[in-house]
């Protein structure tokens, strides 16, 4: 089993869809868990860390369930900015706070 | 805002060559890492560096690679023999701490090799 499993993509959707990302991760140690957004060849940036409370960032909502080991990631309203590859990302404290990554799921936004 | 910087951006080697990829993390963080990726996959760890070692270390850093900090500010990775297979962006990032900060990644160095 992949350690950081994410929905396959491409998601192409219209501007002002609502899009949901699921994640899934093996290693019940892992410990802090983030999205992470792509642009082409670009360096990961950091979206949003996620908690078990579920927080939010304007548009965007992230939700962790520990028992399950399932991260999520809505986007409400998107933008045509919104298109990038999402990230779905632990850290494992224990591990010299090593980053593992998912193979990210690509969200392109239509006008 | 302060931010991670790589040189070069874009590195051409022969097969069978070294490489040293270069990085100047966040000038007051402590934990120091590499990652690669490969066209069209995800991103991998390679090494995490912490007070002067090495801290942990991925299958794929083998004895070809080698990570330093030169001085108190550099950062670099190390390849010694570079194989095809070894072309890929490869980013360097930097944390604070661990448990209260996350990763800041630099722009990357995209390797190539003939």
């Known amino acids: 089993r992949k350690e950081v499993e994410q929905d396959p993509g491409p998601f192409n959707v219209p501007e002002g869809a609502t899009v949901a990302f699921n994640c899934t991760y093996s290693?019940?140690?892992?410990?802090?868990f983030f999205w992470y957004r792509q642009d082409c060849r670009k360096e990961p940036k950091l979206l949003m860390s996620?908690?078990?409370s579920g927080n939010e960032d304007g548009r965007f909502t992230a939700q962790l369930n520990r028992a399950s080991q399932y991260i999520s990631l809505l986007i409400r309203d998107s933008k045509l900015s919104d298109s990038a590859t999402y990230l779905c990302v632990v850290d494992l404290y224990n591990q010299g706070g090593k980053l593992i990554f998912g193979q990210g799921t690509e969200l392109s936004v239509k006008p | 805002e302060p931010e991670v910087t790589q040189t070069p951006s874009h590195q051409v080697t022969q097969m069978g060559q070294e490489v040293i990829l270069r990085c100047v993390p966040i000038s007051n963080h402590l934990y120091f890492y590499w990652y690669r990726q490969i066209l069209g996959q995800k991103v991998e760890f390679l090494v995490s560096f912490y007070n002067n070692e090495i801290s942990e270390k991925s299958e794929i850093f083998d004895d070809q690679f080698s990570v330093e900090r030169p001085d108190g500010s550099n950062f670099t990775l190390k390849i010694r023999s570079t194989k095809l297979e070894d072309s890929a962006m490869y980013f360097c990032?930097?944390?604070?701490?661990?448990?209260?900060?996350?990763?800041?990644f630099g722009p990357g160095t995209r390797l190539t090799v003939l």
């Open positions: 990032a930097s944390r604070d701490r661990i448990r209260t900060d996350t990763q800041y």
């Open positions: 996620v908690y078990s």
């Open positions: 290693n019940s140690a892992s410990q802090s």
